[in-house]
């Protein structure tokens, strides 16, 4: 029984059937799920037994989780809410606030032990740079365990720039930005964390419209519920973050999003769910139950029905504390730009489950290093593919998804989702990252 002393089984399975009792029905599929994981203490037609009863009790009931107050931290917060940790046999799990993308890292280098956190809701590339130590003391294995969602972040301008034609195409920025700048003006623009995803969509946007990140701006690090704020007082001109900071910009008519970087990049993967790697391999079947936790919590998200209740969740004081109809918007595909652009229905909207949302493809996370390489966080001698190995748990994804009766057509048969093209027709082929990277006009390669 592993470590478990019986005592803590019988607890631990008495918590799992009465958390199933609660949530019955809590499960539900995206556009890509024909089908749903039956609760806990049911068994699935057939006769088979039900996920919680199959799988092999957590060596652990605890795990101390941290998120940033953003729309995309919802499977964390719903699998606490609807008690899904509990349901798979771990009901002492805590998700705590954290204030930034740097207090993530830093909390997760001290671990539980230290008085930190075991794992986050996180930046896809911030697993590799502190496995590989570019942003911790010392390197901290870490391992990604599922992507927590799809598309979903914007570019914002402050509203100096409305009527100026801005939007996919930067050139017209790079025009404003000039005319700034030769009136003396410190241009900057502002992303969550250095080599983080906003710093990466910010970067290809500005280099796709012929504007040198490193020579023709200043980008500075901004954490995501300080953007509205910053960007009001005239510390910059414009922020790449995820929501509910762009709508709340748009609502209070202090800016416009220029663009949702799903049209940079359709159906680009985004925010991660990852465990120390010490962690993980102390603990392998909790990490597994906390996977499914997490995967269940994707489903249900992703139902257009459990929408507006997941905004109502996630919008309280203890999560993002703000004004539910804030994200209600943009989290149902309602669009409004800020500039008159406005789109309903919008299909590269935040997905958390459907069109394998939540599957942490390797291609996509090769994407992120060979960026992270572009731009001088990352060595250009650096093993990608060995890194790529090393960190990025789809095993476990779908071994949590197999235990959880997600059909075979539902999981990814290949690591690689193929060769990604981008919005300006630039491709990514995860076969040949170095030809990318050798196509790019603006770059900054470190040897070392």
């Known amino acids: 029984m592993s470590s478990l002393s019986r005592r803590k089984f019988l607890f631990t399975a008495a918590t799992a059937t009465g958390a199933a009792i609660a949530i019955h029905g809590c499960a539900a599929g995206g556009s890509n799920s024909a089908s749903s994981p039956s609760p806990a203490g049911e068994s699935p037609a057939g006769g088979s037994p039900s996920p919680a009863a199959s799988i092999a009790p957590p060596e652990v009931t605890t795990a101390k989780l941290g998120f940033i107050a953003l729309t995309d931290a919802a499977p964390l917060i719903i699998a606490k809410e609807k008690g899904l940790f509990a349901k798979y046999g771990m009901p002492d799990v805590q998700v705590a606030k954290q204030a930034s993308w740097g207090a993530t890292r830093d909390n997760l280098e001290l671990g539980s032990a230290g008085n930190g956190i075991d794992g986050a809701h996180i930046l896809s590339p911030i697993p590799y740079l502190m496995t590989t130590g570019k942003v911790t003391k010392k390197p901290v294995p870490m391992n990604i365990l599922a992507r927590l969602n799809t598309n979903g972040q914007a570019i914002s301008l402050s509203k100096t720039y409305l009527g100026q034609k801005i939007g996919l195409d930067s050139k017209p920025f790079g025009e404003a930005l000039a005319k700034a700048k030769a009136g003396g003006k410190d241009v900057k623009v502002a992303v969550t964390f250095p080599g983080g995803n906003h710093d990466l969509w910010m970067?290809?946007?500005?280099?796709?419209?012929?504007?040198?990140?490193?020579?023709?701006?200043?980008?500075?690090?901004?954490?995501?519920?300080?953007?509205?704020?910053?960007?009001?007082?005239?510390?910059?001109?414009?922020?790449?973050?995820?929501?509910?900071?762009?709508?709340?910009?748009?609502?209070?008519?202090?800016?416009?999003?220029?663009?949702?970087?799903?049209?940079?990049?359709?159906?680009?993967?985004?925010?991660?769910?990852?465990?120390?790697?010490?962690?993980?391999?102390?603990?392998?079947?909790?990490?597994?139950a906390l996977t499914m936790a997490v995967l269940e919590a994707q489903m249900w998200c992703d139902k257009p029905e459990n929408v507006k209740e997941m905004c109502d969740i996630i919008s309280k004081r203890e999560w993002l504390k703000i004004k539910a109809e804030d994200i209600l918007g943009r989290s149902q595909g309602t669009i409004d730009f800020g500039d008159g652009r406005k789109e309903e229905k919008f299909p590269l909207s935040m997905k958390f489950w459907a069109d394998f949302a939540s599957y942490p493809y390797k291609s996509h996370d090769l994407w992120f290093v060979t960026e992270d390489i572009r731009w001088g966080y990352l060595p250009e001698s650096t093993d990608t593919k060995a890194l790529v190995d090393q960190v990025n748990r789809e095993d476990i994804w779908r071994e949590a998804a197999k235990a959880l009766g997600v059909p075979d057509a539902e999981i990814p048969k290949s690591p690689s989702r193929g060769v990604e093209t981008f919005f300006d027709g630039t491709k990514f082929d995860?076969?040949?990252?170095?030809?990318?990277l050798d196509g790019l006009k603006f770059k900054t390669l470190k040897a070392a």
């Open 203 to 288: 970067r290809y946007w500005l280099s796709a419209g012929g504007i040198d990140p490193n020579k023709d701006v200043s980008v500075i690090v901004v954490p995501p519920p300080q953007m509205v704020a910053n960007l009001k007082t005239d510390t910059m001109e414009a922020f790449c973050v995820g929501e509910p900071w762009n709508a709340q910009l748009v609502a209070q008519k202090l800016g416009f999003s220029a663009l949702v970087t799903g049209e940079l990049w359709k159906d680009h993967p985004e925010k991660a769910f990852a465990m120390r790697a010490d962690w993980v391999e102390k603990n392998p079947n909790a990490a597994k």
């Open 430 to 436: 995860p076969e040949n990252p170095k030809a990318y």
